[in-house]
């Protein structure tokens, strides 16, 4: 059974850095996405970055508009470990993060950590 451990959240000023990590513990295929999500009071989840791998090629990552330029997702798969380094960090960036695996069509998230953003 695949599980998802996230860490790293917390409060910090506008303009702060915080850095997520998510390990991942179970078996994860060759082929593979993870990536962060967040969710915000009386808003939708939504994708804030994501990084697939598999099969030699080289990783392919994507970002939400908002987070460009402040944001980077970054994996090493020897540790089964994703990590997101936010910096420039903004009040609209207050939310809960959850980190998600995505293999064999089966998404698997985690519970979820709390970044709050003060102005």
């Known amino acids: 059974q695949v599980q998802l451990a996230e860490s790293g959240g917390g409060s910090v000023q506008a303009g702060g850095s915080l850095r997520l990590s998510c390990v991942v513990s179970?078996?994860?295929?060759?082929?593979?996405?993870m990536g962060w999500y967040r969710q915000s009071p009386g808003k939708q989840r939504e994708l804030v970055a994501d990084i697939t791998t598999g099969g030699g090629r080289e990783e392919y990552v994507e970002y939400v508009d908002s987070v460009k330029g402040r944001f980077t997702i970054s994996r090493d798969n020897v540790k089964k470990t994703v990590y997101l380094q936010m910096n420039s960090l903004k009040s609209e960036d207050t939310a809960v993060y959850y980190c998600?695996?995505?293999?064999?069509?089966?998404?698997?998230w985690g519970q979820g950590t709390q970044v709050t953003v003060s102005s």
């Open positions: 998600m695996l995505r293999q064999s069509g089966i998404l698997t």
């Open positions: 179970g078996s994860i295929l060759t082929f593979n996405t």
